[in-house]
């Protein structure tokens, strides 16, 4: 596919997904259908970061940041498991549906249930398909829980004790580096939280 279509694509993908409500996997067919070819992901969630920089920052980052209060309480709760925010909302380029999710590993789910349980939570189990890249990635999922904290949706990928975390990539323009980060622990995520807590901060500082 030509650099250009390329871009074409996955800007046609970002803004069916931040705008018109569709879901990545609609947005991509619709994409391919257009283009010939689907789009890159990384190139639509830098696409979607960049459409929300332009049109509506503030807003998003008040989203992203209600989504990463609501996984950290989570995370505070398997404080012992050392779980991970990975996905769009770590990104930054999570939509308002946009559940946040957070990976444990552990030796099975009902060491996360006890402490969930124990921590005042409410998990139900999540047998519906939701492929996020964690969930197409290598690493096999033990089990998915779903958790409302306030308003706001946790998913909650329990894997093995030796499951693969998503890889950190190069920051784009519109990212602050930990965004970049693949997974974070809840030390990292207070950071994040403190240091994009300033709307409109260059977020690349």
């Known amino acids: 596919m030509k650099s250009r279509t390329a871009r074409e694509s996955a800007a046609l993908a970002a803004r069916l997904i931040a705008v ?20 890159q992901e ?23 940041r209600r989504k990463r209060i609501a996984a950290l309480r989570v995370m505070e709760a398997l404080a012992e498991l ?9 990104g930054g380029h999570a939509v308002e549906r ?29 047998s519906e398909n ?32 030796s499951a693969p975390l998503p890889r950190a990539s190069e920051a784009d323009e519109d990212q602050h580096p930990l965004e970049a980060a693949g997974a974070v622990g809840a030390d990292e995520l207070r950071r994040l939280l403190a240091e994009t807590r300033s709307l409109g901060l260059c977020r690349k500082d």
Not at 20 to 39: K, S
Not at 82 to 90: E, H, I
Not at 132 to 146: E, H, Y
Request: charged share 25%; no cysteine.
């Open 82 to 90: 050392d779980p991970k925010l990975v996905g769009v909302v770590l």
């Open 20 to 39: 018109e409500g569709y879901t990545w996997r609609a947005a991509f067919a619709e994409a391919r259908r257009i283009f010939g070819e689907p789009p």
């Open 130 to 161: 939701y492929p996020t890249a964690l969930a197409r990635g290598p690493a096999k999922v033990l089990a998915t829980f779903i958790l409302q904290v306030g308003e706001e949706t946790v998913l909650l990928r329990v894997l093995p004790l």
């Open 98 to 126: 946009s559940p946040a999710e957070v990976a444990v590993r552990a030796e099975s789910e009902k060491e996360v249930l006890f402490r969930l349980f124990d921590a005042g939570f409410a998990p139900e189990d999540f």
């Open 42 to 64: 990384n190139a639509v969630a830098r696409e979607i970061r960049r459409w929300f920089a332009l049109f509506d920052p503030q807003a998003h980052e008040a989203q992203l």
